[in-house]
């Protein structure tokens, strides 16, 4: 059996549409149904009831997708195992906000090398509109994008699939000799970035002189380990701060928790698929 047949299911499966499906495997419609029928015939059952619009999967669908994921995340793993992957055959280009290569990133890319240890990035800096851009025009091939319940995505993103690779959120940070109530200078993220769009919409009363914009999360951070005021920052990314004691975190009730996904460019290279097909499975 080709395990292409595996992934345009699973394609399926996640479009609900063939029309859209095909698109996506670049084959045409007439063509997926065919192999999609061919993969039944294999498997003796039928994975998905053609009969009514919306398409839907029967049960022995559903049943299935967990089992083609494994098989695939299986597979990969030990091709990535086998190959040579370094800097000489191409970084993959990652793009991402600032804040995201302090954070998040490197803990995905800790559990990435466990399975792919020869993979090399090269980390591109953009916002989150500009990420959009580059991902729809593949000048990147992977892409961490934020997303928050209260926050808009670029359209962009609505084209294509996701892996969520992480959750973090946003928490109010103080210097350890910072009394509850008393009023300090509060350092955040740009209103023009995502994780600062996050707090707009969603911050409470917090007692300030001022509140401050930073256009990079480390300098929020700076401020705040120096005992210049309080500030608001991922959690992942002061961790070790709160940990060892040169950071608290404050009470704030606000909903701050988001979403870490991870997309892949339309004509990203080999290495980069391989690796948004493992991110589910790390």
């Not at 990652?94 to 803990?107: E, K, L, R």
């Not at 090269?122 to 892409?143: Q, T």
């Not at 300090?184 to 209103?191: E, G, M, N, T």
């Not at 210049?228 to 928790?257: F, H, K, Q, W």
Request: charged fraction near 25%; aromatic fraction near 4%; charge should be positive.
């Amino acid at each position: 059996m080709n395990i292409e047949l595996l992934r345009d299911f699973l394609c399926v499966s996640e479009s609900m549409s063939l029309t859209r499906a095909a698109e996506l495997r670049n084959t045409t419609q007439s063509n997926l149904s065919k192999r999609l029928r061919s993969l039944e015939m294999w498997l003796g059952r039928d994975l998905i009831d053609r009969r009514g619009r919306p398409l839907t999967l029967t049960q022995a669908g559903e049943d299935f997708v967990p089992k083609a994921r494994g098989i695939l995340a299986e597979l990969d793993g030990v091709r990535g195992a086998a190959i040579s992957w370094d800097v000489s055959n191409g970084a993959v280009s990652i793009a991402m906000p600032h804040s995201a290569t302090v954070s998040v990133f490197p803990a995905f890319k800790k559990r990435l090398l466990r399975r792919l240890p020869k993979a090399s990035f090269a980390p591109r800096i953009a916002n989150h509109d500009m990420v959009a851009r580059m991902l729809s025009r593949s000048e990147c091939d992977l892409a961490l994008v934020t997303r928050h319940p209260r926050v808009p995505q670029a359209d962009e993103f609505a084209v294509f699939r996701s892996v969520e690779i992480a959750r973090d959120r946003l928490v109010l940070v103080a210097p350890p000799g910072a009394r509850e109530g008393e009023a300090l200078p509060l350092h955040v993220s740009d209103a023009r970035t995502y994780i600062g769009q996050i707090w707009q919409a969603c911050k409470v009363a917090v007692p300030a002189i001022r509140e401050v914009e930073h256009g990079m999360a480390a300098d929020i951070r700076a401020h705040c380990v120096a005992g210049d005021g309080r500030g608001v920052l991922p959690e992942t990314m002061v961790e070790a701060d709160i940990a060892s004691g040169r950071l608290v975190v404050c009470d704030c009730p606000a909903n701050l928790g988001y979403d870490v996904s991870l997309f892949c460019a339309p004509k990203a290279s080999p290495q980069a698929k391989r690796i948004w097909a493992l991110a589910s499975d790390i």
